[in-house]
C-alpha cells in the first residue's frame, strides 16, 4: 500500500503533481454526487472450475501494475481542484486478497467488491480479489475510471492470461508484457477539431432531449442503475444486413440510425444528440491501460416524414465526423453549449450508443484450465439510457442500461422490444416515412388491443326504458328518501307523467330543448323522467348561479320551456316559457299491486339527445356538450355491474345535478330498483352533516370527488367498512385514497371528460395504493394515445388520451368549428374525443393520467405539468388552494413559483420549508417548486378561473422587490453561518436571506446546489454531498452540520 511519502508534498521527485484533465475532473464531480457510492467502478471477473494459485495470482497482478503506470496512479482533492501523480512501480503494493465463500455466496461478494467505493486521497484506485466457494474459483479486478476504460478490461484480461500461464510454469514474464508501457498523455485538441464540434453543436437546444416514457429524476440523484439483455430476433438482424447494403453504412451507422428513430418515436428530439465512447488510443499505443476514451456528441436531425435513408445519411455523417475528430472529450465543449441546464448530467447528452464489433468469446483457457468472463454491473447508470451493442457474424446482443429513477425495467424492456419491430419495419420499406412506421412490439399491442375489448350489449338501450321496467315491477318500492320524506317508483312515474304532459301544453316539441330549474330531490328526478317522456333533452339549471350565466345557457342551448321547482325565480326572459314542475303525485293505496304504467307511446330513439351539459370553454364562455341515450345507458349499465348493484342498495345523491356525474347518483339506483337518498345542500361542505345523512339512510354506494370525501375521510372510518365508493371529477390524492382504502371501502376511482359522457374509465383503487391510475375503458369504450402528430403510442409513453365509443358526444350545441377542432373519427376506433389530457398505458392496460396538455412546460430540459404539481401541494394539510407558475425572468434562469393560499397563519419561511419537504417527497426533482409565495387570495379572470398571467406578473414584481431588500438577518458572532448567508447571497443573487432560508425554497436547483456544495468545500475544508444540502437546506442547519462533520 501507499506510505506517507506519496502524500501531496513530501512525494518523491519524479513522483510530480500534476493537474487532473478536465474529463478526469468531471469524474471526480460525478462521484461527490454519491460519494459513498462506485458510480465509476469497473471490473474485469472471471472464474473457473479449478483452483487457481494464490501466488500466481499476486505475482501476475504484480507484473501488470509494473507494466502499466496507470494502474499505479493515485488522485489527491485539493482546495484547488484534482491533481494527480503517478507512484513508482517499487513503491506501490497492490495484494490480492483471497477469501473462501459458502455455496451460493460468490455472487454477493463479487458484488460487494465491486460495490466498494475509493477515495481520492492517494490511495490505490484498484482492488483484486480471489473468491475460492464450491461452485470454482473467481477472480475479480476493480479499477476506478478514471484511470481504466473497458477497452483497458479487454487488455489486461489478454495479457493476465498470458502473465499467469508463464508465473504458473515457473518462467520469465513473456518479453513483450515485460517492459513498462509508456504513459500516454492527453493530446490536445487541434484547432481543426475543435472548431469541428462548435460547428456540429451549433444552435443546439438539449432541452428536447427527454422521452415521454418514465419519469424526471429526483434533485439528490442516486445514479441507480440497472440492465435488461435482449438479443436482436432473426427477423431484425436480417433486417440490419439488408439495411446495409440498402443504404450503403456499415453496421453501427445502421443501429445508431435506428436508435435515433427510436428515441424520436418516444419523444426526444427531433434535433438529438447521442453519446458513443470512442477509443481515442494512437496505433503505437492500442495496448496502453488508462482512461483513454473519449464519450462524443453525435448529433442527428430526425425528419419523421423522410424516409431511413436520409436518417442513415445524418447517422453516417456524425458517425465518421466524431471518429476524425475524436480528440476533443465532450468535457471540453460543454462551457460553450448554452442552455445546457441545471442538471447533475452531462447535459450535451442524455442517451448512449455504446457499439462492440466482433464482441469476443466469453470462455477461455488460463494455464489450461477452463474459465469464463462474468459481466458485472456496478449498480449505477450515469445516462438516462444506454444501448451496449455486443455484435458478432451470428447474433447481436443489446443491453440496455438504464438509470432506474428515469427509467423502469419494464420501460427498458418495451423499448427494447420496440428498437427490434423498427428494425423490422424498416428493413422491410427503408423508404416509408420514418413516422408511419409501426411503434407497437407484440406486447404492446397485445395489451392494448385486450383492454379495448370492451364490446357489450346494452338492454335497454335508453336509461327511460330502464326505469319503466323497474316501475312496472315494483311500484310500491320507496324510489328516493328525502330526509323524512319518501316517494316510491310509481308517485315518481305518475309525476313524470304530468311533467311530460306541462311540457307538451307549453309547446315542448319532440327533439327540443327543456330546461330544469330545481335542486336535487324527487321532483327534479320526475322532471328528467318527464322530459324524456316528452321526446325532448334536458338542461339543468343550478338555482345557485348568477342570473346572467342562466340566461346565457338558455339562449345559447334554445330551450323552449323551463320547468322551475317552487321558489326558484328563472329569469328566463320573454322567449323562453317558465312552467313549475308538477308537485310530487300522492301515494295510493294500490301501490305495489296495481301498477299503472303507461307504456311511453314513443321511446326516445338510443342516438337521440338525452341532456345537454355546459362546461367552461376557453374563450370565457361555457359551451353544450351533446349527450345521447345510448351513451348515458351504457355509463349506469357499466357501473351496475362494477357495483353490483342492486334493489338493496341506498345511493347517495350528493352532486350538483348540473355536474354530470350526478346523472350517475340518480339512475343507478332507479334501474336497479333501488333507492335514492338525497343529501342535503349542507352536507357538501360539512363533513359531519355528510357522514349523519349516511348513516341515517345506511347508504352503501357513494359517489365523491376528492374535496368530498376528505370531508368524512377520518371521521368515518366505522362507516366505511363494506361500503363501495366512487371517486372521479378531479385527481385522487394518493394520502386520502388509503385513507378511505383502509377503512375498508371499496373504491372506484373512474375518469371521463364531460365530452363522453359522464365516466369512459373506471379502476379499483387497491389498498395502500402509493399512485392512483383511471383504470381501464369501460363497456363500449376505446381509448388511445397520440403523440402531436396524431400517431398512436404504445405503452408507458405520454400523450393525449382520445376516446372513442358509445359515450362519445354528438359535439358541441351549435359550435361546428369547435366540434371539429375537438371530434373525429379513426379508421379503427371510429367517433372519438381528443380530451386534452395527458396519460399513457400501463404494462397492464390500465390507464395513469399526467395532468393536463397545455399546462405543460419545459424547465431545465425537464418537461412539468405543472398541474401534477399544484395536486401534490394540495395535500399538504396547510394549503388551502395553489397556483404554479414559472417566472421566466429571473436573473438565475426561469424559475418555478408556487403561489399558496394558506390554511391557516404560518410564518413565510415555515410554510417554505414544510412544503418544500412534501414537495420533495412526492414529485420528481425537477418539478419541485424553487419559491413558495404565500397570498391571501389569486387573481381571477372574468369566467373566476386563477389568473396565471397576473401571477406571472406578481412573481416579477416580488422579485424586484426582494432584489433591493437590505433586510436579511446577518446573525452577528456567529462567522460560520454569516459565511453561508453570503454564499446563499452570491448564488441565489437576492440580498433577502437569513440563516433560515431554504436554499432550495428561495431560487436554488440542482446545478446551483452543486456549485454551493464546492464553494462551501472551498471556504470551510469541508467536504460535503449533495445528499447533506437536501438535508440541512439552511445557512444555520449547514453550519450545524459542518460543525458536527469536523467535531466542532
Not at 345523512?693 to 357513494?702: A, P, S
Amino acid at each position: 500500500m501507499l506510505t506517507s511519502a506519496q502524500t501531496p508534498g513530501n512525494g518523491p521527485a519524479h513522483a510530480v503533481l500534476t493537474a487532473a484533465s478536465r474529463k478526469e475532473q468531471a469524474l471526480w464531480l460525478l462521484e461527490k454526487l454519491v460519494p459513498s457510492g462506485a458510480v465509476n467502478n469497473l471490473s474485469v471477473v472471471f472464474t473457473t472450475e479449478e483452483p487457481l494459485g494464490e501466488w500466481e495470482l499476486q505475482q501476475t497482478l504484480d507484473a501488470l501494475v509494473r507494466r502499466h503506470p496507470a494502474l499505479r496512479t493515485v488522485f489527491h482533492g485539493t482546495d484547488g481542484g484534482l491533481v494527480k501523480q503517478t507512484v513508482p512501480a517499487d513503491r506501490f503494493a497492490a495484494t490480492v486478497s483471497t477469501m473462501e465463500v459458502a455455496a451460493g455466496g460468490t455472487d454477493a461478494a463479487v458484488a460487494a467488491l465491486v460495490a466498494r467505493p475509493f477515495t481520492f486521497d492517494g490511495q490505490p484506485l484498484l482492488r483484486a480479489g480471489h473468491l475460492q466457494g464450491p461452485e470454482g474459483d473467481v477472480f475479480c479486478l476493480v479499477v476506478h475510471h478514471i484511470v481504466f476504460d473497458t477497452v483497458s478490461a479487454a487488455i489486461l484480461l489478454d495479457e493476465f492470461t498470458r502473465v499467469y500461464e508463464a508465473v504458473a510454469a515457473g518462467l520469465d514474464v513473456p518479453e513483450d508484457l515485460a517492459a513498462p508501457q509508456p504513459a500516454l498523455a492527453t493530446a490536445a485538441p487541434t484547432d481543426e477539431s475543435l472548431a469541428y464540434w462548435r460547428e456540429h453543436l451549433k444552435g443546439f437546444d438539449p432541452s428536447a432531449l427527454g422521452l415521454d416514457c418514465g419519469t424526471e429524476d429526483r434533485p439528490d440523484p442516486t445514479l441507480t442503475g440497472d440492465s435488461v439483455l435482449h438479443t436482436l430476433s432473426a427477423e431484425a438482424h436480417e433486417a440490419v444486413r439488408r439495411l446495409q447494403r440498402e443504404v450503403r453504412a456499415p453496421e453501427a451507422v445502421v443501429l445508431l440510425a435506428a436508435y435515433y428513430l427510436l428515441l424520436a418515436r418516444h419523444g426526444a428530439g427531433p434535433d438529438l444528440v447521442v453519446g458513443s465512447p470512442a477509443n481515442v488510443r494512437p496505433a503505437h499505443a492500442a495496448g496502453t491501460v488508462g482512461y483513454h476514451v473519449n464519450t462524443l456528441p453525435l448529433r442527428a436531425r430526425v425528419d419523421l416524414g423522410a424516409g431511413f435513408r436520409t436518417l442513415a445519411a445524418e447517422a453516417r455523417e456524425a458517425f465518421f465526423g466524431a471518429i476524425t475528430h475524436a480528440d476533443v472529450p465532450v468535457d471540453v465543449l460543454l462551457p460553450e453549449i448554452e442552455h445546457t441546464g441545471a442538471t447533475w448530467r452531462n447535459t450535451v447528452f442524455r442517451h448512449l450508443f455504446n457499439y462492440v464489433p466482433n464482441a469476443g468469446l466469453t470462455s477461455f483457457d488460463i494455464d489450461g484450465v477452463p474459465a469464463r468472463r462474468l459481466l458485472v454491473e456496478n449498480g449505477y447508470s450515469k445516462f438516462d439510457l444506454e444501448f451496449f451493442f455486443l455484435a458478432s457474424p451470428e447474433e447481436i446482443r443489446v443491453r440496455g442500461v438504464f438509470y432506474t429513477e428515469v427509467l423502469s425495467r419494464d420501460d427498458t424492456e418495451f423499448l427494447l422490444e420496440r428498437y427490434d419491430a423498427l428494425l423490422v419495419a424498416l428493413g422491410q420499406d427503408p423508404d416509408r416515412p420514418l413516422g408511419e412506421l409501426p411503434l407497437h412490439g407484440a406486447r404492446d399491442r397485445a395489451v392494448i388491443d385486450t383492454a379495448n375489448a370492451t364490446g357489450t350489449e346494452i338492454t335497454p338501450a335508453t336509461l327511460l326504458e330502464a326505469v319503466a321496467a323497474t316501475v312496472a315491477a315494483t311500484p310500491g318500492a320507496v324510489a328516493i328518501e328525502d330526509g323524512a320524506h319518501t316517494t316510491t317508483y310509481q308517485q315518481l312515474w305518475d309525476t313524470a307523467l304530468a311533467d311530460r304532459d306541462l311540457l307538451r301544453a307549453a309547446g315542448a316539441r319532440p327533439g327540443d330543448i327543456v330546461a330544469l330549474a330545481a335542486r336535487r330531490g324527487p321532483q327534479l328526478a320526475a322532471a328528467v323522467l318527464g322530459a324524456w317522456l316528452a321526446g325532448t333533452a334536458y338542461l339543468a339549471l343550478d338555482p345557485d348561479h348568477p342570473a346572467q350565466r342562466t340566461a346565457y345557457l338558455l339562449e345559447d342551448s334554445g330551450a323552449a320551456v323551463v320547468l322551475a321547482a317552487p321558489g326558484i325565480d328563472v329569469a328566463a326572459g320573454s322567449a323562453v316559457t317558465v312552467e313549475p314542475m308538477a308537485a310530487v303525485a300522492p301515494a295510493t293505496p294500490s301501490q305495489g299491486t296495481d301498477p299503472t304504467v303507461e307504456e311511453p307511446v314513443d321511446l326516445p330513439a338510443p342516438d337521440a339527445t338525452a341532456f345537454l351539459i355546459y362546461t367552461s370553454g376557453s374563450t370565457g364562455k361555457p359551451k353544450g356538450t351533446v349527450i345521447t341515450h345510448r351513451g348515458a345507458a351504457n355509463v349506469i349499465h357499466h357501473f351496475r355491474h362494477e357495483l353490483g348493484a342492486g334493489a338493496a342498495d341506498v345511493t347517495l345523491w350528493l352532486t350538483t345535478f348540473t355536474f354530470d356525474i350526478s346523472a350517475l347518483e340518480l339512475f343507478l339506483p332507479l334501474v336497479t330498483g333501488g333507492r335514492i337518498a338525497v343529501a342535503p345542500e349542507a352536507a357538501r361542505s360539512d363533513g359531519q352533516a355528510l357522514l349523519d345523512v349516511l348513516e341515517r339512510h345506511d347508504v352503501g354506494i357513494i359517489q365523491a370527488t376528492p374535496t368530498t370525501w376528505r370531508l368524512i375521510a377520518d371521521k368515518a372510518g366505522h362507516w366505511l367498512a363494506g361500503r363501495r365508493g366512487v371517486t372521479g371529477g378531479e385527481p385522487m390524492p394518493p394520502a386520502l385514497a388509503r385513507r378511505i382504502t383502509a377503512a375498508g371501502c371499496t373504491l372506484r376511482n373512474a375518469y371521463a371528460p364531460s365530452e363522453t359522457t359522464i365516466y369512459s374509465t373506471c379502476g379499483t383503487v387497491p389498498e395502500g395504493a402509493t399512485a392512483i391510475d383511471i383504470g381501464r375503458p369501460m363497456n363500449n369504450t376505446r381509448a388511445f394515445i397520440t403523440d402531436p402528430d396524431g400517431r398512436e403510442l404504445p405503452i408507458g409513453v405520454r400523450g393525449e388520451l382520445c376516446i372513442a365509443g358509445t359515450g362519445v358526444a354528438l359535439g358541441y350545441h351549435g359550435r361546428p368549428e369547435l366540434t371539429a377542432e375537438r371530434f373525429a373519427t379513426h379508421p379503427e376506433h371510429g367517433r372519438y374525443y381528443r380530451t386534452g389530457d395527458l396519460a399513457c398505458w400501463l404494462p397492464d392496460g390500465r390507464l395513469a393520467l399526467h395532468g393536463r396538455a397545455d399546462r405543460q412546460v419545459k424547465l431545465r430540459g425537464n418537461r412539468i405539468e405543472l398541474g401534477e404539481v399544484e395536486a401534490v401541494l394540495l395535500e399538504h394539510p396547510q394549503v388551502r388552494g395553489v397556483a404554479v407558475v414559472v417566472d421566466d425572468e429571473a436573473p438565475g434562469g426561469p424559475l418555478l413559483v408556487a403561489f399558496v393560499e394558506p390554511a391557516q397563519d404560518t410564518g413565510p419561511a415555515a410554510l417554505a420549508d414544510l412544503l418544500w419537504e412534501h414537495a420533495r417527497a412526492g414529485l420528481p426533482g425537477a418539478a419541485v417548486p424553487q419559491e413558495f409565495l404565500a397570498v391571501d387570495t389569486f387573481p381571477a379572470t372574468v369566467s373566476q378561473k386563477t389568473d396565471y398571467l397576473a401571477l406571472k406578473r406578481l412573481a416579477g414584481r416580488l422579485r424586484n422587490d426582494r432584489g433591493t431588500d437590505t433586510g436579511g438577518t446577518t446573525h452577528q458572532g456567529d462567522e460560520l453561518t454569516v459565511a453561508l448567508i453570503a454564499l446563499w447571497q452570491q448564488l441565489l443573487e437576492r440580498t433577502d436571506i437569513d440563516a433560515d432560508a431554504n436554499f432550495f425554497a428561495h431560487g436554488g436547483h440542482s446545478l446551483l446546489g452543486a456549485q454551493l456544495v464546492q464553494r462551501v468545500e472551498d471556504t470551510t475544508g469541508t467536504t460535503l454531498a449533495m445528499a447533506d444540502l437536501y438535508a440541512d437546506p439552511t445557512p444555520a442547519r449547514l453550519a450545524a452540520r459542518i460543525r458536527k462533520t469536523n467535531n466542532q
